[in-house]
C-alpha cells in the first residue's frame, strides 16, 4: 500500500510539472537553426529571423530567405537561444518560429517580447498539433500567425510571414 502512495505521489508530482510552462521545454528541448548572415548589413533594410530547426520551420525559413533573395535586405537567421542577445529595435521585422509546450510559446521568445515595449515590428509564428493555438497577447501588438508542422501548409505559412514582412519593410 505504502509503495502504491509514492508511485502516486511521483505520478501526481509529474503531471503538475508538465503543466507547468517551461518544464516542457527543459524536458525536452529543440535544437536551433544555424545562424547565418545574407547579403550586407549595411542596408537599411533589416530582417531577424529567429527559429528552431525542424522539417518544417527548416523549409519555413528557406523559403522565407528566398522570397527576399532579389531585394536590398539584410537577412540574419538566429537559434531561439541567442535571441536574447539581440535587440529587436535594430530591425525593420523580427520574425520568430517556435513551437507551442504546455499551452505556451518558447520562453526565449516570452523573454525577448518582455524586453521590448513595442512588439509592432514581430512576427511570431506558433506551430501546434492542430495549427489552431495562438499566444495571449496581454496588450502586446505582435503579429500572430499559427500553423500545423504539416508540409501542405508551408506556402501558406511562408506567404502570410512574407506579405506582414513587406509591410514593415515599407513594400507594400
Same mark, same amino acid.
Given at each position: ?56 520551420? =527548416?523549409?519555413? *525559413? !528557406? %523559403? ?5 533573395? @532579389?531585394?536590398?535586405?539584410? $537577412?540574419? #537567421? ?27 510559446? =518558447?520562453?526565449? *521568445? !516570452? %523573454? ?5 515595449? @513595442?512588439?509592432?515590428?514581430? $512576427?511570431? #509564428? ?47
Amino acid at each position: 500500500m505504502k509503495n502504491l502512495l509514492i508511485a502516486i505521489a511521483l505520478l501526481t508530482i509529474c503531471f503538475v510539472l508538465m503543466g507547468c510552462v517551461s518544464v516542457p521545454h527543459i524536458i525536452w528541448p529543440q535544437k536551433d537553426i544555424k545562424a547565418k548572415a545574407i547579403n550586407e548589413p549595411t542596408y537599411d533594410k533589416k530582417v531577424l529571423i529567429a527559429s528552431r530547426s525542424s522539417d518544417f520551420k =527548416d523549409v519555413v *525559413v !528557406k %523559403k522565407l530567405v528566398e522570397s527576399f533573395k @532579389d531585394e536590398k535586405v539584410f $537577412i540574419k #537567421l538566429i537559434g531561439m537561444e541567442n535571441l536574447e542577445e539581440e535587440d529587436g529595435n535594430d530591425y525593420n521585422a523580427v520574425v520568430m518560429l517556435n513551437t507551442c509546450m504546455a499551452w505556451d510559446m =518558447d520562453r526565449n *521568445v !516570452k %523573454k525577448f517580447l518582455k524586453k521590448h515595449d @513595442d512588439q509592432s515590428n514581430m $512576427i511570431i #509564428l506558433t506551430t501546434s498539433g492542430d495549427g489552431d493555438w495562438l499566444p495571449k497577447k496581454d496588450g502586446q501588438n505582435f503579429d500572430a500567425i499559427s500553423s500545423a508542422s504539416k508540409k501542405a501548409n508551408i506556402d501558406k505559412a511562408v506567404g502570410d510571414i512574407a506579405a506582414k514582412v513587406q509591410i514593415l519593410l515599407g513594400n507594400a
